[in-house]
């Protein structure tokens, strides 16, 4: 009898949590049609392993770099572990979880998250939950997260218990029942897959109509805080045998001081590292903002993203070495359905703008 009581307890136990897992699933946001950025880091899994290149940081990656123009330019292949306003400290300990999946070649840091200090910055534009969540609610749990948790709570976050709302989002996700849309029903158990190793595709155009400006700082030195996790980049990625580059991606606002690019260009020289700020290669790159922006010259649509890849492209194989794989048969034709994909989506959606016009 005693042995039939604990049976039923325990069917009973597992029935529940499996009942709360649902509900927890069904609250949590579904990000499949709006602010599909916040899908991004949860798809790396599926694609985990056999990079040569990792691209690490916020939207001047995974908005500005077509892995799918690597691959049929130079055979390269490559995945971008990009998400909204991610922060250095985030990159650190995405860059860190890469490792218990992969090695590849070459790291690819965006530098643009050195000019923001700290995570106790509460209510700043640069740190607010909700991109917290676009970052860390993705990323299986792992050391990696849970530190990534620990470094990036706001003080408001921390004064609610954040981290156990971090261990269980129907905490934070419980009052989200009135908000409730048919897509959240629709991909309850299973999303689709917004991006193209990471390269979330925009096709619209909106050019740049006047220079972006910005009122001049006080302080242009980086915090000694964000130094911190840039040397521990270069130690893990050491420790692991792969390139870490430096790069600025080439977009107008926020503006990208001339000082702070001359720290980086200081860090890259000190740590033999190769850094490319590629806002001073824009002519080259053949960047024309009346063409290839889709917002006024914050981000690349497709046509720039393809443009700037095509020229990265060539130094990852000059100056990094990285092979041409196109002659392996397997990957060959993985990739080939890959291209597939992405030019059925961007025929898609040139072909909705065509007649949104």
């Known amino acids: 009898m005693k042995k039939k009581s604990i049976a039923i307890f325990a069917a009973a136990l597992a029935v529940g949590l499996l009942i709360l897992w649902l509900l927890q699933m069904l609250l949590m946001p579904k990000y499949m049609t709006d602010v599909r950025e ?93 991109y917290n969540r676009m970052t860390l609610d993705g ?11 620990l470094d990036s709570m706001t003080q408001e976050e921390k004064e609610k218990e954040g981290m156990w709302l971090y261990l269980f989002p129907l905490l934070r996700y419980h009052d989200r029942w009135s ?22 595709m925009q096709v619209g155009v909106k050019p740049v109509e006047a ?20 040397d521990r980049m270069v130690e893990l990625c050491q420790k692991h045998g792969t390139q870490l580059v430096l790069i600025k991606a080439p977009s107008l606002s926020p503006v990208w001081w001339d000082q702070w690019d001359e720290q980086m260009a200081a860090y890259a020289e000190e740590h033999d590292l190769l850094y490319i700020n590629f806002l ?27 443009k700037l890849s095509s020229y ?28 597939a994909a992405y030019d059925a989506q961007k025929e898609e959606l040139e072909a909705a703008c065509a007649a949104a016009e």
């Open 38 to 130: 916040g899908a991004l880091i949860a798809e790396y899994y599926e694609e985990a392993g056999n990079h040569d290149v990792v691209f690490i940081g916020d939207c001047e990656v995974y908005e500005n770099f077509s892995p799918i123009t690597l691959w049929e330019e130079y055979g390269i292949t490559s995945y971008i572990r990009g998400s909204a306003q991610q922060l250095i400290w985030q990159s650190y300990y995405l860059m860190e979880e890469t490792f218990q999946y992969e090695t590849p070649e070459v790291m690819v840091f965006n530098v643009l998250s050195m000019k923001y200090d700290t995570p106790k910055s509460t209510g700043s534009s640069s740190q607010r939950e909700a």
């Open 139 to 149: 990323m299986r749990w792992s050391g990696s997260k849970v530190h990534s948790i």
């Open 179 to 200: 908000e409730l849309t048919a897509e959240d029903f629709q991909y309850w158990l299973k999303k689709d897959t917004v991006s193209h190793n990471g390269y979330l």
């Open 211 to 230: 220079e972006h400006m910005e009122r001049p700082l006080v302080d242009y030195e980086f915090a000694a805080n964000c130094y911190e996790y840039l």
């Open 280 to 306: 001073d290669y824009q002519e080259e790159i053949g960047i024309d903002w009346n063409t290839d922006t889709y917002d006024t010259g914050l981000h690349l649509n497709v046509y720039g993203a393809e």
């Open 312 to 339: 990265f492209g060539k130094i990852l194989v000059e100056e990094c070495g990285i092979a041409d794989c196109r002659s392996d048969p397997e990957l060959s034709n993985i990739w080939a359905e890959k291209v």
